[in-house]
């Protein structure tokens, strides 16, 4: 029983306890004077639970509160590694590598600044770094690929230290 119909029983008892006592007949008054103190457990068992039910409400409350913080912080986070790679595109190298590539420096004689695609996939920003005189971009976590230095390179040195089969992990 909740604690609204417990306590409107209740209020019938009382009344009826207050007909007994008027009307002076003994055995209606032991009776009413028994139904009374049993409503009145009922009332307390039932507020007891409804005491219960709020503190268990207040928890959930918390949780969900701390809940809605931990995914504000998420999405906070998200919206600034968002506008971080916002300058950047996906791009696909001239020997086939997908990385991103800074968007404003296409056109222009600047070196672009490129980032390693995987990483942004985990949702980390890391710059890919030369390595063999260019012929490779380099992320420490998920190795190399070919850079956007093209098959035909007059570099022969470098060329001939190029190995297909070689693993392309970071060593
Ligand atoms: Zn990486």
Redesign the pocket.
């Known amino acids: 029983m909740d604690l609204i119909a417990a306590l409107a029983a209740f209020k019938t008892t009382f009344d009826l306890v207050k007909v007994a006592a008027d009307a002076r007949d003994e055995l209606l008054i032991a009776d009413a004077k028994a139904n009374f103190t049993a409503k009145y457990v009922e009332v307390l068992t039932a507020s007891l639970q409804a005491i219960e039910a709020n503190r268990t409400l207040s928890q959930e409350n918390a949780a969900l509160a701390d809940r809605v913080r931990e995914l504000e912080h998420q999405l906070r986070q998200r919206e600034s590694f968002e506008s971080e790679i916002a300058g950047y595109e996906r791009y696909t190298t001239v020997r086939g590598g997908v990385c991103y590539r800074e968007k404003t420096a296409a056109g222009t004689t600047r070196q672009p600044v490129y980032l ?4 942004i996939a ?1 949702g ?1 920003k ?1 710059f ?1 770094q030369p390595e063999n005189r260019g012929w490779w971009l380099v ?4 190795g190399q690929i070919p850079s956007d230095m093209p098959e035909s390179s007059d570099d022969f040195e470098v060329r001939t230290e190029y190995d297909p089969y070689e693993p392309r992990g970071f060593r």
């Open positions: 390693c695609a995987n990483c985990a980390k890391t890919l992320c420490r976590e998920h």
